[in-house]
């Protein structure tokens, strides 16, 4: 059962595509998981299409039609990566939009450790400013309480935490800027595999986030 | 030409590679793809490339296309959507959507369900008509002008929760006009 979603308004932007790569990644693997979600989006891209058939025509080149056409038969070229065939303990837990950027099983994957809370694998993507990230949180790890400059998108794959009474469990999305303080602890005996966009360096409250810090960076 | 023929035209292309149907699809939707990426502001030039791309992606995603869950018009809107983000932005789309053959059990569809389609793509032809200026003024910018709904917030000089409650009035009154089936 999923209980926290992303903000209509951030399923408005992906589904008219002005959410950057790295945002619309968390959006798109949690709507992939969530039918509810899925529909808002769905919804969107009708209002698009009405928009689309709704404007007025605009002439075409006279030659377009033909060029097309004598393109047809050409093989498709820098076509989006496909998924990489992996095991099937990845495909369970990894949703669909995300496996292209692993491009290998989870056990692959090049994860570093820091401290002895988790593991950290960065995700590779062109758009500037953003840190994206599979973070594997141990069971029972503390994060150091903490806020954000910029905002913070977390997708739960697997596992769960508990943050400010709250529970976010396998397909949970958390949206924290600013005017959250927070503090995840990992209550599940499994560990809690969660992807992590942030738009801007984490800011760390408190003593153990002063230590933490240099690991954290951007 | 109605939303039912171009659907069709969709799935001939999908099943059996016909360039007919796609040179028919090409006369509706070229001039409009082009139209909506001119509104888009890319220059004449741009748009046009971004239209003949589009529309070579519409010959090779045919097979993606489900009719029961969308209608010709926004599924050819996604591809616009997609292209320029390709093109413009050189970057990735995550999407939602698996790249499989959607099921076409023909037999699963009753003389109901198709008399509800139909008015559904009516609905939705006239939803955009029927939206109040202000909203419309809302989707327009979001959609033709590639902004976020805060940056549309900021130009429009509209407190943020005015847009998203338009954003919310759009979406709801989107979402009565489609059937339980297809939100």
Redo the contacts between chains.
Sequence with gaps: MINHHPP??LL??YA??????PV??A???H??MCSDC????????????????????????KD??R???A??DEP?V?A??CAAATNRETTEVVP???L??LGRGLAHLAWRGVGRKFDEVHLNL??KGFKASLMRLKPGAEMPSHTHVGTEYTLVLAGGYKDNGEQYGRGDFALKDSSHEHRPIVDTDEPCLCLVVLDAPVKLTGAMGRLMNPFLRV | MDNDHLSNLIVTIANAGDRKAFADLFKHFAPRLKAFAVRQGVGSTTAEELMQESMLSVWRKAHTFDPKRATASTWVFTILRNKRIDMLRRENRPDVDIEDVPERASDASSADEDYQTRQTRDLLRHAMDELPADQVEVLQKAFFEDKSHSVVAEELNLPLGTVKSRIRLALSRMRAALPESQI
């Design positions: 209509l308004e408005f932007d008219t595509g002005s959410l950057p790569e619309a990644l959006v798109a693997s709507a992939s899925r529909k808002q989006v769905d919804a969107v891209e009708s209002l698009g299409g009405a928009l689309l058939s709704s404007i007025e025509p605009e002439e075409v080149s377009a039609l060029s097309v056409m393109r047809l498709e820098g989006m990566r669909e939009p995300l292209p950027y062109a758009a």
